[in-house]
């Protein structure tokens, strides 16, 4: 069955780049869109951003200026970028698979990010 | 962006009672509404998309209703197992919008 697993820096300093990397595993990247969703600590999900594995995107508006989601089928994985982080970015960062249906079906176990000097 | 609204912010109910908890979209969403489940120190699970049908594995005592913008998830009875967060989520409009929760405890 389908795996995803987060991996990247647990601690990032203000004002810096944020990166994230999601691996597939257990079957194809191919005919999906792939998600970044986070949730910082005691609140509420919020997604973050959508890629097909062709590499077409869709962001939130609110994090648009400062995302960057990228896809590798060769290996697949799928990254997230955000820079300019502030304190406010510190969060549980999960990478999901998004289905035809529209719906987040698959997630992977989440991976802590503070933002703190 | 389409604001989800979830009541109550929490809930007591005792095992073997029936849960039923609520989700208000600022405007209609059809029934491209998803219901998902997140323990402590775990990823949301999907229980519910399309309003009503049941994601593989979920156990039927989940179910759920609702079109538009009002939405509702019930647990017919509880088991130990079912006290969590429970999130409702839009995919009619881009940005996709969650709900910020709805914490069912034990009473």
């Known amino acids: 069955q389908v795996q995803l697993q987060e991996s990247g820096p647990g601690l990032v300093k203000p004002s810096e780049t944020l990166s994230l990397t999601c691996t597939v595993s257990?079957?194809?990247?191919?005919?999906?869109?792939w998600s970044w969703i986070r949730q910082p600590p005691g609140m509420g999900l919020e997604w973050i951003g959508n890629?097909?594995?062709?590499?077409?995107?869709n962001y939130n508006p609110s994090l648009k200026s400062r995302v960057t989601i990228s896809v590798d089928t060769s290996k697949t994985q799928f990254s997230l970028k955000l820079n300019s982080v502030t304190a406010a970015d510190t969060a549980v960062y999960y990478c999901?698979?998004?289905?035809?249906?529209?719906?987040?079906?698959?997630w992977g176990q989440g991976t802590m990010v503070t933002v703190s000097s | 962006e389409i604001v989800m609204t979830q009541s109550p912010a929490t809930l007591s109910v005792s095992p073997g009672e029936r849960a039923t908890l609520s989700c208000r979209a600022s405007?209609?969403?059809?029934?491209?509404l998803a219901w998902y489940q997140q323990k402590p120190g775990q990823a949301p699970r999907l229980l519910i998309y399309g309003a009503s049908a049941r994601a593989t594995g979920i156990p039927a005592r989940f179910s759920g209703s609702g079109s538009g913008t009002e939405f509702t998830l019930t647990i017919s009875s509880l088991q130990s197992e079912d006290f969590a967060v429970y999130y409702c989520?839009?995919?009619?409009?881009?940005?996709?919008?969650f709900g910020q929760g709805t914490k069912l405890e034990i009473k």
């Open positions: 890629i097909y594995y062709s590499g077409s995107t």
């Open positions: 989520q839009q995919y009619n409009n881009w940005p996709y919008t």
């Open positions: 405007q209609s969403v059809s029934t491209n």
């Open positions: 257990g079957g194809s990247i191919s005919s999906y869109y």
């Open positions: 999901a698979r998004l289905t035809y249906r529209n719906v987040f079906d698959i």
